[in-house]
């Protein structure tokens, strides 16, 4: 096939993925919008080799076919990078394809402008793109729609581009599709990120679900046979499939609660889809299926999940229950209509289809994205801040409660009275005092559950206090008091400043980073506005910082290790082969100065990134960390590429989680082992038994991944221990 016929079969393609029942007229549009496309971008290829035009057409089938969108947004998605790559202007596509199309063009080119890769504060430009999407709800699902075929052709970019389109995924375009109820979208974007993040993971833990699938495929037919039976009987027409959690989902999994793969018991659920008879209606339909399973295995009472009687915010509808299937092992049933099945998949767009295209689900999002925009007028908000709050909101799961008049109103899991009294009104919040719940009176921090019937009391002598940080929970309330706090620390930051500078004018000492970076080291403060502020509260002496400057400097990390940092990546991009070279031979700078992060507690041989946030230090993470994923999402300008080269003997911290059945001299066994390992040395050990199973944690200090993976293989050799892994990350 030469490309002329294989840009023409692409297109053939999404033809026939449109609606059925799409018009002759609609089709002539989408060709005239293709045409021009086609046109505008002639002669222009991406990083892959492919004639440009094959992007638009792969973004335009996308949002047909996966999210279910229609004309306009096909039009849209293949019109989408021609304001922003050519010299067509919004006007021109407004005189040649419409208003309507022409704003949802607009929209993109602004968003793609704001999030572009040669701009530096990726979080500022975030909230601006909220801003100008929040407008027409189609313009996130094309958005999204561009993302994921950006990442389905990744390979072609260069390895530390990866690492940033890959983290930027991870941390805004999945939740946002997850927000969106693209939950098929939201899992394959998820799994490439991790692909690109952490390859070698990645592909081991690929395969473990694989193996784990085909040894189980025996107890799943075994699990199934009898519900068939029933099913047939009560004259359902369905299907029933074996699903595994995605890669990503079983990963994340294990990093966040320090478990092995071993230990994730509910890698395997099942699906059930059925066509709804028509006399009865589709909820009552799940009961009883759920009714007829029961029947045959026990269910476990509190992992029911019942989304049909009242939907996720996201539109999605189904009932879930866990029950003990053959050989003791728990599995996930998970029930669904046809109609429930399809918004599950493609979400909003399927709801549209369901409902027309002014339906209640549009309401739940746009209720959604006015908090947002009203998150984004409050003036001061920092932009990485709104950026975890915004991210915060996408993923919290949801309570219904209920006001005094029977009003419902939806908050995430966990809120408190005080973040009910926020989401009512900005100055009920303030002026909180406590509530009743179910007409008794509660404290403000009393968390809301589900069908709770809520009251707010106020007083007008009351303010935000800081201890309230402690229990909300909305990023509306969270914002609306770190706000005031925000005009209180900028007047702090004012008064320390000036204390801080009259001491170094005092001692004779220059103002600069190097004092400063000093007094920091030595009171073990995080940065300099922690010194300001603890100064102007007085929680801190002015004596104890000119102790402090006394000091004599001492370098702990430096000399011992050698870290590669290369250039960061400012220059225009070469093509692939090239730039990959270019990188290895282009060593910017030997590390002299560096700090291991104290989330993660990298050690050489780790997958590391260095960031350079604040000053000149490169802190080091761990690739995987969710810190540096974080980081790496809103500071991309700021990541430095670096590697382990050669080591001198210097040690750093790991942590390690064992496991096991009791016995005597467990303990005395294991320590055994550490203490002949001449590369590693024990700092602190702490064991617990609990009804003959120990758990044990043991800080280290190694000086590889390989003397440590070498030492947690010996421990798990020992007879009586069941589980050795290390502690990824600390805060969690
Ligand atoms: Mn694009």
Known sequence: MNEQEMIEAAFDDLIKSLRKGTTEESVKLIRRAFEFAREAHQGVRRKSGEPYILHPLAVAKIAVKEIGLGTKSAVAALLHDVVEDTDYTVEDIANLFGPKIASLVDGLTKISEAMGSNTTKQAESFRKMILTLADDVRVILIKIADRLHNMRTLDSMPEHKQVRIASETLYIYAPLAHRMGLHAIKTELEDLSLKYENPVEYQELEQRIHDYRDEHTGLYQQFIAPIRERLTESGYHYEITARTKSVYSVWSKMQRRHISFDEIYDLLAVRIVFEPKDN??????????????TDMYSPKPERIRDWVSVPKANGYEALHLTVMGPGGKWIEVQIRSRRMDEIAEKGLAAHWKYKGDNAEASNEVDKWLAGIKEMLEQPGTDALEFLDEFKLNLFAKEIRVFTPKGEMRTLPKNATVLDFAYDIHTEIGNSCIGGKVNHKLVPMSHQLQSGDQVEVLTSDKQKPQSDWLDFI??????????????????????????????????????????NL????????????????????????????????????????????????????????????????????????????????????????????????????????????????????????????????????????????????????????????IISKESNVNMRTVHFETKDGIFEGMIHLYVHNTADLNNLMMKIASLKGVENVSRVENLDV
């Open 473 to 514: 929970v909305t990023a509306k309330a969270r914002n609306n008091i770190l706000m005031i706090f925000r005009r209180e620390k900028k007047e702090q930051i004012r008064i320390g400043t000036t204390m801080f500078e009259k001491l170094l004018e005092d001692m004779k000492l220059p103002f600069g980073t190097e």
């Open 280 to 293: 009865q209606p589709e909820k009552w339909q799940c009961w009883n299926i759920y009714s007829l399973i």
């Open 517 to 672: 970076n000093k007094a920091l080291l030595h009171l073990k403060l995080q940065n300099k506005d922690d010194l300001y502020v603890s100064l102007a509260k007085g929680h801190l002496d002015i004596e104890d910082v000119r102790k402090a400057l006394k000091k004599k400097s001492e370098n702990k990390f430096v000399k011992y290790w050698k870290l590669q940092f290369f250039k960061s990546d400012k220059d225009k991009v070469a093509p692939e082969k090239e730039e990959k070279d270019k990188v290895i031979n282009d060593i910017a700078e030997d590390a002299s100065d560096f700090i291991v992060a104290p989330c993660c507690n990298p050690i050489p041989g780790d997958d590391v990134v260095g960031m350079k946030i604040d000053g000149d230090k490169i802190t080091v993470h761990k690739r995987k960390c969710p810190e540096a994923i974080r980081l790496m999402s809103s500071h991309g300008d700021k990541i430095v590429p670096v590697k382990w080269v050669s080591h001198k003997i210097m040690s750093f911290l790991a942590i390690i989680k064992l496991n096991g059945i009791d016995s005597i001299g467990i303990v005395s066994d294991i320590t055994m």
